[in-house]
Nanobody
Framework: VQLQASGGGSVQAGGSLRLSCAAS????????MGWYRQAPGKERELVAS???????NYADSVKGRFTISRDGAINTVNLQMNSLKPEDTAIYYC??????????????WGQGTQLTVSS
């Protein structure tokens, strides 16, 4: 599976931004798409995921601020990010896994997209 991400950029604290990622190739009947992020000096962490049967998962740090959605017809996942904070600054990676959760070990990675939130 190939992933093409778009969005990202620079925004001031409190602002909003949207990331999108389109999957192509051999899409599994059961799959999960979502986003990881990695800030400088930190480990990569799960931000949000959404399976094609509606199962969602959010990092505690983004609950209530970020919303993940999917367009199943075109295998696209979107991440609407509101009330952004400087600590959201990171490289965001789109992720696909051919299972019911967003595995960090098995699946495909999209190219990273930088998000910078200034205070």
């Amino acid at each position: 599976v190939q992933l093409q991400a778009s969005g990202g950029g620079s925004v001031q604290a409190g602002g909003s931004l949207r990331l999108s990622c389109a999957a192509s190739g051999s899409i599994s009947d059961i799959n999960t798409m979502g986003w990881y992020r990695q800030a400088p000096g930190k480990e990569r962490e799960l931000v949000a995921s959404l399976s094609n049967v509606g199962r969602t998962n959010y990092a505690d740090s983004v609950k209530g601020r970020f919303t993940i959605s999917r367009d199943g017809a075109i295998n696209t996942v979107n991440l609407q990010m509101n009330s952004l904070k400087p600590e959201d600054t990171a490289i965001y990676y789109c992720r696909y896994s051919g299972t019911f959760y967003l595995s960090p070990q098995f699946g495909s990675w999209g190219q990273g997209t930088q998000l910078t939130v200034s205070s």
